[in-house]
């Protein structure tokens, strides 16, 4: 199984979700006061692209929890987001969030939250990914992504009235600009070779941070952290001397108010000076979905390439799994 040929069939999956899920049969009559997405690990990845500034008309948390938070109840919408359709903690919640009376859309695969969903006569988009040939849910945010913002315009929670042309003209762009992005993954990975890897980005681009740091993880077998500017400048900085560590920062984004850009170019000079190395990284688009979807795909490539270059394998969570079966 090949992991970087089943990455670039992100686009694929983008567009089979974003067309797919548009014609999933939702009320026009819901009063949302606040969203509440509820994923683990690779399921809740696609959410955190959408946390874009001013995109969302109403408040919007991730909860990575076994219930959901005291705030929710029948003004709230509840996405219930398993790839496998068996995560425990979303199980829990769909049973919260029934209780709780909330409004509630699942996305996922099937398993037993499909069966929880049907069973409920609950809206859902449960899809078949068949272009995750790794059948891993970090290989397959593309249907996350576009199954929740399908949903989300549907539903009139987004902000502004192009969506549709938005979200198809990143699919198209990304499809064109497959090859560089390749090679530019290539390039970063030698580079992180036998280092501790940081992430760092500001705004719309901070969830893709927490995306690059989890598939650090998960497919290099890597530790890693991320930052977001500007609160890793008012902490972080005076926490560079020790351990002495060969660190590598990777800077995400170059579309950033001139403010944003001044801490960043301050912020590399301090790296700098305690001995890091900095390196960067962004897409010419200066549409902020746009280039969140190219740096998922990026940091996807860049982490698969990483574990290759340590020779692990990409693709299965062993320790994970061993985790999840001690677990019960």
Not at 9 to 24: D, F, H, M, N, S
Not at 35 to 48: E, F, K, P, T
Not at 57 to 70: G, H
Not at 103 to 122: D, M, P, Q, V
Request: aromatic share 10%; glycine share 6%.
């Amino acid at each position: 199984m090949d992991i970087i040929s089943s990455i670039l069939e992100l686009p694929k999956q983008c567009r089979q979700a974003w067309r797919e899920a548009l014609t999933v049969d939702l009320p026009q009559d819901w009063d949302i006061k606040n969203i509440v997405i509820c994923g683990m690990g690779g399921s809740a990845l696609g959410a955190h692209t959408l946390q874009v500034s001013g995109s969302v008309k109403v408040p919007m948390v991730i909860n990575n929890n076994y219930f959901l938070p005291s705030f929710a109840s029948e003004e709230s919408l509840v996405v219930l987001a398993s790839y496998s359709g068996n995560t425990e903690e979303v199980l829990s919640c769909a049973k919260d969030a029934i209780e709780k009376g909330c409004k509630i859309i699942g996305i996922t695969s099937g398993g037993k939250l499909a069966e929880r969903l049907n069973s409920n006569n609950i809206h859902a988009y449960i899809f078949d990914p068949k272009f995750n040939s790794t059948k891993q849910p970090r290989m397959g945010i593309g249907y996350n992504i576009f199954g929740v913002s399908a949903i989300f315009h549907n539903l009139g929670l987004f902000n502004g009235n192009d969506t549709e042309d938005v979200v198809e003209n990143a699919i198209n762009i990304l499809e064109d600009n497959l090859e560089q992005i390749k090679s530019d993954a290539q390039d970063i990975a030698k580079k992180l070779t036998g280092k501790f890897p940081v992430i760092f980005a500001s705004d719309y681009l901070v969830g893709n941070a927490h995306i690059f740091a989890n598939q650090l993880n998960e497919t290099a077998k890597s530790f890693s952290a991320y930052y977001s500017l500007p609160e890793a400048n008012h902490h972080l900085l005076e926490g560079l001397k020790h351990p002495k560590i060969p660190a590598v920062a990777i800077f995400l984004g170059k579309h950033y108010p001139e403010r944003i850009l001044e801490r960043f170019k301050i912020t590399q000079e301090i790296l700098e000076k305690n001995g890091w190395e900095v390196l960067s990284w962004s897409t010419d688009q200066e549409d902020q979905f746009t280039q969140s979807i190219q740096t998922l795909l990026f940091s996807s490539l860049v982490t698969a390439y990483l574990g290759l270059e340590y020779d692990e394998d990409t693709i299965s969570i062993s320790t994970v799994d061993y985790f999840k079966a001690k677990l019960g």
